[in-house]
């Protein structure tokens, strides 16, 4: 299973953005997918997120500016990113949990996997 992020790119403070982060290979389902960043000298933190249970979270920096959604049709996760601030540069990864089928058998395995991350620049 691999992922595929993009969308990123240099916005001014006020600016939208919007990320996907399409899911390829061999897979029985997703069952929870998510959004970080990290920030040159900082921790990966966690965006906003789709949880197994079906809910989503989002960080609280980005509550009212960000939106998580999914196309379960075109495999893909995205994020709105609206009103953007020089604080919300960073590279944005995806992630996924799920289960795949391990071939040739019928056993089935979780996963978890991550994009190789695209670049968000904001500037002031």
């Known amino acids: 299973v691999q992922l595929q992020a993009s969308g990123g790119g240099l916005v001014q403070a006020g600016g939208s953005l919007r990320l996907s982060c399409v899911a390829s290979?061999?897979?029985?389902?997703?069952?929870?997918a998510g959004w970080y960043r990290q920030a040159p000298g900082k921790v990966r933190e966690l965006v906003a997120e789709f949880t197994r249970g079906g809910q989503t979270n989002y960080a609280d920096s980005v509550k009212g500016r960000f939106t998580i959604s999914r196309d379960n049709a075109k495999n893909t996760v995205y994020l709105q990113m609206n009103s953007l601030k020089p604080e919300d540069t960073a590279v944005y990864y995806c992630n996924a949990e799920g289960t795949q089928v391990v071939l040739p058998t019928t056993r089935l395995s979780d996963f978890n996997v991550w994009g190789q991350g695209t670049q968000v620049t904001v500037s002031s």
């Open positions: 290979g061999r897979y029985f389902s997703i069952n929870a």
